[in-house]
């Protein structure tokens, strides 16, 4: 039965493979498109563009979307009768065993999964005729839009097998034409001054080839250029190119004539030239709705020249929402400061729609009237959040999280919001939970003492973050308790930079259940019992049961008096002692930091695009100054915890490029290290981990490293790690997406501690032989608001093994499975 259910499966999957199954008699499917130029094949996309069929998209070499297409039939059933018909037997054979009710709803499912193999797939491109002769004209357009007026194009359809059909496109370019000259007519004195003064700027150039792009080009900055200038009426309607080509085809004389105004008088359209305009007013409507247009404001108040207004009482402080708008009374009209002002309240997030609107002033055609109308947000807004989870540290993990917003808090449109979480969960420790609160206001400017808030202009967009935290975990690890506190400033320094200055990112990280620790932290007390074994052996060894710490500590006591403990054994020992110091000590963590990011990606769906981020922060620097307090480690202290010191780096780039057909190679690089000083341990927290679903996907997470160490303590932690990543992202069908994937880096130790052996230390260039390469494919599937992810992982090379470090454990069996949200970078 089995073999006859995979001959089965087997059979159909073979099937959805035949690219041709559903192409008609005497058509042809589509595998190529060719273009060639003068003699030489082009690939650029621009030319791809222009045609009007393409292959089916194809990933990995395959038509991946055709097949599954192919696994259903066009011509299938569409109704319950139309079923019953096509598949009689069936039909009645279920009607017959259990009832017609079973037999209908049989027949909806084959007929909906056969409608969602279609819907999902992609039919086969079949070859038109109509569509061919219309790309030959995009083509011909195309090169005569270059300057290629007397350009010939053609093509040529070719049998390449059965049911298979390509298409050649021929393209002869001939001689282009090129500007001969250019002359300039504008009627309005002060357009022809403004002009003029930019002249040189200009995108037409005598000597250079035609092209149409640089008509359109020199088009929008003559727009630009007149309304940053104070020529609101100005538009592209009053642009007028006459080419003359008729003497000779290769000299394009250009004539450049820019109208006169066209203004309505008595029903009657007139000429007049156009003025600079200036902005004498300003109304602000701070709670505009589009159903109370015509209602009247019954609160107004002046400040600056702007006039704010409000149909009750105004909430907003003129001052402070003033600062988000940059056009100023007697001001030249600037689109420039139009889009700022737009794009500033925009980013206030206090307002649903944003609107500015002009309008000239009665008896004076030199003045305009800016009115900026905002609709705002609901004042309270509630968010509801739940996750259900699983990871290789907790079998199941369901956590939820309930938050408060609140908009324009102190009527200076700040954002308060006040968040609660909680979450459950299984592991191999048994049932635990976490509890959380936190509270955020994002003020929008920046709040700084001896006018250092002048130092970002506010087109930056400056903003300003408290935040405050407690987290209590109960049965996760050492039971952290943990209280944070945060001074963030933030600002862009133009569309494509940001940059944040963490001023205090302070955390206080507190240790509830120390006594857990051999519970978590089981290779080490392997470890102890293996001295143990070695050194007392009429002592029998405590279980490593919960309530059982004073035992195993009392046994580690007697190991390190026992004048058996060889001196190998001795360092072991006093390891593991400093590791349980290290690892169950509370810190306090007052850091500093500075973030540069550069993100050049144009909008959600800019699948092209380059990322990068530098980090750089200081913990425990100014504390340490202040404070003459040390511990029994010669470690500085506040209140006898232990203050955290180190600097620590991080700089991340990511790559990515648009393949076409929504295939995308995506590419991360990931370099951090820290560095201690005064003796201080790194916090938990603060330190490098390497494996796990947005990682190194062959290894779980804390599996893998420091270095070339053998896997064996439950949490591996470096200080210097590096990671580097591709992904070649693609569609199989539909909404769902998959990939294939290569991962490489590992953690190192630099702290020099003697504490550390040496296969987890960085010994420069030579322990890049440590690097450790995972490989593995990947499955997702796109519900819009998030793409859930499942990626498979293998060990490709494992740097800890003695002898043979590639495809050892290469294999189904060793895979690592990896659960997430979202893409991993």
């Known amino acids: 039965m089995k073999k006859l259910s995979f001959y089965l499966l087997f059979t159909i999957l073979l099937s959805s493979c035949n690219t041709t199954k559903h192409v008609p008699v005497n058509e042809l499917l589509l595998t190529k498109n060719t ?26 070499g395959l038509p991946l979307s055709l097949y599954f297409y192919n ?9 319950v009768d139309e079923w019953k018909k096509n598949h009689p037997k069936w039909y009645n054979t279920f009607k017959d065993i259990f009832s017609e009710k079973q037999s209908i709803a049989v027949a909806n499912s084959f007929i909906g999964l056969n409608q969602w193999y279609l819907n999902n797939g992609q039919a086969p491109e079949i070859i038109s005729d109509k569509k061919t002769k219309s790309t030959v004209n995009n083509l011909r357009m195309y090169f005569q839009t270059e300057g290629y007026f007397r350009a010939k194009v053609w093509s040529k359809k070719d049998t390449v097998g059965e049911k298979k059909g390509a298409i050649s496109y021929f393209v002869e370019k001939n001689k282009p034409s090129f500007l001969d000259s250019i002359k300039i007519n504008i009627r309005s004195q002060v357009l022809d001054s403004i002009y003029t003064r930019e002249k040189g700027n200009s995108f037409l150039k005598v000597g250079e080839q035609y092209k149409n792009q640089s008509f359109i080009n020199e088009a929008n900055r003559l727009v630009k250029l007149f309304r940053n200038n104070g020529v609101y009426h100005f538009n592209e309607n009053y642009i007028e190119f006459i080419n003359d080509t008729l ?27 156009f003025k600079i305009q200036k902005i004498k007013n300003i109304n602000v409507y701070t709670d505009y709705t589009y159903n109370k247009r015509n209602v009247p404001y019954l609160d107004s108040i002046s400040y600056n020249g702007v006039t704010f207004f409000a149909h009750e009482k105004l909430r907003y402080n003129p001052k402070y929402l003033s600062q988000s708008v940059f056009i100023k009374p007697n001001q030249i009209y600037t689109d420039s400061l139009r889009n700022l002002t737009q794009s500033h309240l925009r980013a206030l997030r206090n307002f649903k729609s944003t609107s500015i609107r002009y309008s000239s002033l009665m008896n004076d055609d030199e003045g305009l009237e800016a009115n900026i109308f905002l609709t705002p947000r609901e004042k309270y807004t509630i968010g509801v959040e739940t996750e259900l989870s699983r990871s290789n540290i907790r079998n199941f993990d369901i956590s939820a999280k309930f938050s408060i917003t609140n908009r324009n808090t102190f009527k200076g449109s700040e954002i308060f919001k006040l968040s609660f979480s909680g979450g459950y969960f299984n592991s191999s420790n048994g049932p635990g939970y976490e509890i959380g609160t936190n509270a955020s206001l994002e003020v929008p400017r920046f709040m700084a003492p001896f006018g250092l808030h002048k130092l970002v202009p506010k087109r930056m967009q400056p903003r300003t973050i408290f935040s405050s935290g407690l987290n209590i975990q109960k049965n996760i690890a050492l039971d952290k308790q943990n209280i944070s506190l945060g001074v963030d400033y933030r600002w862009n320094f133009n569309r494509k930079k940001s940059i944040q200055l963490e001023l205090i990112n302070a955390q206080y990280v507190r240790n509830l259940n120390v006594s857990n620790y051999f519970n978590i932290y089981r290779s080490e007390y392997r470890s102890l019992i293996d001295i143990g074994k070695n050194t007392i052996p009429n002592i029998t060894p405590p279980e490593n049961i919960p309530g059982n710490f004073e035992a195993i500590t009392n046994y580690a006591i007697s190991i390190a008096s026992s004048p058996n403990l060889s001196a190998s054994d001795a360092t072991i020992l006093s390891n593991i002692i400093n590791r349980y110091i290290i690892v169950t000590s509370d810190f306090l963590i007052p850091e500093i930091a500075y973030a540069f990011t550069y993100n050049n990606q144009e909008n959600v769906k800019d699948k092209d695009f380059s990322y990068f981020r530098f980090r750089i922060a200081n913990s425990g620097n100014i504390m340490g100054l202040l404070s003459n307090q040390t511990n029994e480690n010669n470690q500085k202290t506040v209140f006898k915890i232990p203050v955290a010191q180190y600097f620590k780096t991080d700089i991340e780039y990511k790559k990515f490029w648009d393949l076409g057909q929504n295939n995308v190679i995506a590419h991360r690089t990931l370099l951090g290290a820290i560095i201690t000083y005064g003796n201080s341990a790194i916090p938990f927290s603060r330190s490098y981990f390497a494996g796990g679903s947005n ?51 590992n953690i190192w130790d630099i702290t020099n501690s003697p504490l550390i052996d040496k296969e987890s230390r960085f010994s420069g260039l030579k322990s890049l032989t440590d690097i450790a390469v995972g490989t593995g494919f990947g499955v997702r599937y796109d519900f819009k608001f998030l793409i859930a992810r499942l990626d498979l992982g293998f060990k490709v090379r494992e740097p800890y093994l003695t002898d043979k470090r590639w495809f050892q454990n290469f294999g189904f069996s060793n895979a690592v499975y990896n659960i997430g949200i979202n893409y991993p970078f």
Request: glycine share 8%; net charge neutral; proline share 4%.
């Open 35 to 60: 273009i060639t130029v003068d003699n030489v094949e082009r690939n650029d996309e621009k030319l791809k563009e222009l045609l009007l069929q393409r292959t089916n998209a194809r990933a990995i």
């Open 247 to 273: 003497k000779d085809y290769q000299k394009t004389k250009v004539e450049l004539g820019i109208l006169d105004r066209l203004v309505e008088q008595d029903g009657n359209y007139i000429s007049k030239p």
């Open 71 to 79: 696994l259903g039939n066009p011509k299938g059933s569409q109704d």
């Open 695 to 745: 990682d190194i996907r062959a290894w779980r997470t804390y599996e893998l490293g420091p270095g070339r160490r053998l896997p064996g303590l439950e949490y591996n932690i470096g200080s210097l790690k590096f990671l580097t990543s591709f992904e070649y992202r693609f569609d199989i069908a539909g909404s769902l997406k998959s990939a294939i994937f290569i991962d490489a880096g």
